[in-house]
DNA sequence: GCCAACGTTGGC
DNA sequence: GCCAACGTTGGC
């Protein structure tokens, strides 16, 4: 099993309208950067976990967990051409962008902080911090419980 | 609102 | 295939 996060603008979709949403679970979609793709399409295996991140926010934080539960699939919205992130190069027989299907899972006891993130000599490697961009990384076992373990004030 | 990082595009 | 221009992300 591996560990993910995906990043999400709380002002679009948060970790509380995930929990609102339908079964608690939503399709992640609209992701149109290839290396994210990359990890979308042939990365997340159902049953990985993946933390949700608040990015572009006050403040950007970790803030809870989910759950794979739908393996890589095509993104819809790239075939749609009323779809804001419709992609007219794409199409249906050799599909460009995928996405997963992720279900809440929980939500931290505290939110860890950006801040808090780049203080801590053992997340220093943390694909969040070094590639800064990417809305899909990877996560290490090491690093997952470091921040489970900040989440909890037992760090 | 600025800007750094970096992917993508397109001219040559 | 190189590289300049441009767009996007996201921290600050």
Redesign the pocket.
Known sequence: MRYWLI?S?PDVFSFDDLLAAPKQTTCWDSV????ARNFLRDGMKKGDLAFYYH???EP?AIVGICEVVREGYPDHTALDPSHDYYDA?SNAATPTWFMVDVKAVKKLANPVG??EI?NSAALSEMALVK?????VVPVRPNEWETVIAMSEGRS
């Open positions: 990043k603008e149109r950067n290839s290396s990015s572009n926010a950007s190069d950006l801040p780049k590639v800064g961009r990417l809305s």
